[in-house]
């Protein structure tokens, strides 16, 4: 397992895979570079491919609370209009669809399709990162993952996965901030 640490004072190499006008191609790519311009304080953590949060977080060496567990949801407004959300959890806990269709005063909420979310997130299942470059997709994340000072998701990359401090993060994401896991006592096996 490599990493390395990208501080503000110190930023990766360019990357040859970008084309020549500089413009992201890929997932990994767009979270990098916005990682990089925004000055965020990360790691970089390669290891074997991996996109089961209890297992990848191992691999990376940290507890499992740590993890942002990401998960695409359908949420059904109307008979007629759905929308769709990324819901980020920590990795120890479900998302409590309770909870969403609570804050969306929907009528129905399901786990969106693979195909779905692989298009809205831009990666493969497994490697969902716990940010929105898509217009379709609102991002919400429960409270008790941000309690920690740093948090650790897939880059957009099975093999590939980011530390990223907890102020960097919600700076940069903006996301929507709501209670939607599962109480932990609900999470307990």
Known sequence: MATDTITPETHAPADPTLPADGTPVTTSD????????GGARHRLIEHAPEGRTDIVSELRGHPLDQAAKCIVMRVKVTKKSSRFALAVVPGDRR??????KELYEARHVSFADQATAER??????????????D????????PDLLAHREIFFNAAELHLSLALDT?????????RVAPVAESAAEAAP
């Open 167 to 175: 102020e960097d993060y919600r700076r940069l994401a903006r996301p």
């Open 135 to 142: 217009p379709e997709l609102e991002l919400i994340v429960d």
């Open 95 to 100: 998302v409590d669809l309770d909870r969403i």
């Open 120 to 133: 809205l997130s831009g990666c493969v299942s497994g490697s969902i990162v716990p940010f929105s470059f």
């Open 30 to 37: 767009r979270l990098l570079t916005l990682l990089q311009d």
